[in-house]
């Protein structure tokens, strides 16, 4: 007598334990906008973050088991029980294949460093390349508010101030309330992201992907963010003019004067300001409560020296204190982390205003127009205010040493 061995393995089988691999957090952003986290524990016990088409947040508890190459999921509330074939990298990528005839399947990507420490804090992105859109301020608070200030997207959309939202970071993963609202906008975003500690001369870098679906399309933005201070410190600092960023700008196209120098605000670009401020800005003293400005006019070099008024990253320029005919500008500043640079960030309204008391300050010392005439005083805003549209303009400084 012999005995029978019918316990060869089938072809599709793997002796392999993916149980410990399989441990940790995935994360996917798929070209339709969504996107979805995985955390997985030792347990076995999962729970899935993400944003399904259409925008909305969703958030799904779990358990997972693995025999060989064979996965079957259990989502709580449900006793259906979803089995496939997992496909695994360890430390790298995972698929579970649902549906091998139609090859449906969910692929995630290892993710090595939970970033929710690192975003905590406030961020400058001063270009946006897929929307035009120039200096925008984000700050992340440990208690999962998000504040959004800047002007992003076209003229349709209005400047935006401290609009709050709530994020929620997992893994390389943001999930964020939408700060922009808009016919069709999705309730939330999602950006994988990248955090480069001292990635630059002015200190960290964080860069956001982000993947949104318009219809058909599908359009993946990049835009990297430099760490600045949440508060300012202007005390004795002195910073050189370094360059400028300018978009959105719309409005006649016609010339008009500043400081001497010609402008067209339908053609009006950065190296206009590298013009005016490069080669006639000395540079910028500050102090708590005032600010000097140092250029060269007719040859001559000139201080104006003006109180300011401190609110968080707003700032008040009072330059009417100095001289009647001129108008307060309401600004925005930031400095980076390590004071290397200031950034002075205007929208429309701060732009017609700072730029016009220049070109009154011009006029007045140019003898063309009367300090005391109200009349063509107001004719230089008038104007100003005519020919532009809307326009946004960021002014980078860097510290002198």
């Not at 990297?224 to 006649?252: C, E, F, H, P, W």
């Not at 000395?282 to 400005?293: D, G, P, T």
């Not at 000139?302 to 009417?320: E, H, Q, R, W, Y």
Request: proline letters at 2%; glycine letters at 6%; a negative charge.
């Amino acid at each position: 007598n012999s005995c029978s061995n019918d316990s060869t393995p089938p072809l599709d089988f793997i002796e392999v334990d993916y149980s410990k691999d399989i441990v940790g957090t995935w994360t996917y952003i798929a070209e339709n906008g969504q996107a979805e986290a995985m955390v997985i524990k030792e347990d076995g016990s999962f729970t899935t973050t993400g944003i399904m088409k259409g925008g909305s947040l969703y958030e799904e508890k779990g358990t997972i088991k693995v025999v060989n190459n064979k996965v079957s999921l259990v989502f709580e509330g449900d006793s259906e029980v979803s089995k496939g074939r997992l496909e695994l990298v360890a430390g790298k990528s995972m698929s579970i294949v649902l549906n091998e005839e139609n090859d449906i399947r969910l692929t995630y990507d290892y993710c090595k460093e939970d970033l929710s420490d690192e975003v905590i804090g406030m961020w400058v992105c001063t270009y946006v390349p897929w929307m035009d859109a120039d200096m925008a301020i984000n700050v992340y608070q440990a208690d999962g508010k998000a504040f959004f200030t800047g002007f992003v997207g076209d003229a349709d959309f209005d400047y935006a101030s401290n609009v709050e939202t709530t994020y929620k970071v997992i893994g390389d993963l943001m999930f964020q309330s939408n700060p922009m609202s808009y016919e069709g906008a999705p309730k939330y975003l999602a950006f994988r992201m990248n955090y480069s500690p001292n990635g630059s001369e002015y200190g960290d870098v964080l860069t956001n992907t982000n993947i949104m679906a318009f219809g058909d399309e599908t359009i993946e933005t990049t835009a990297s963010m430099i760490r600045i201070r949440q508060s300012l410190d202007l005390t004795g600092k002195v910073y050189d003019y370094k360059s400028a960023y300018v978009t959105n700008a719309k409005g006649k196209d016609e010339d008009f004067s500043i400081m001497g120098n010609i402008f067209n605000i339908a053609n009006i670009n950065a190296g206009d300001f590298d013009i005016i401020l490069g080669s006639t800005l000395f540079c910028v003293e500050l102090n708590a409560n005032s600010i000097k400005h140092k250029y060269i006019l007719n040859g001559q070099d000139k201080v104006f020296d003006a109180p300011i008024t401190v609110d968080g990253n707003k700032v008040t320029l009072d330059m009417s204190a100095v001289n009647p005919a001129l108008r307060k500008v309401e600004m925005y500043m930031y400095q980076d982390a390590d004071d290397s640079q200031l950034h002075m960030y205007m929208h429309t309204d701060a732009f017609i205003n700072y730029f016009a008391n220049l070109e009154v300050v011009t006029l007045i010392a140019e003898g063309k127009i009367n300090q005391t005439d109200e009349a063509a005083i107001a004719k230089v805003f008038a104007d100003m205010e005519s020919r532009i549209e809307s326009i946004n303009v960021s002014l980078v400084y860097k510290a002198r040493k």
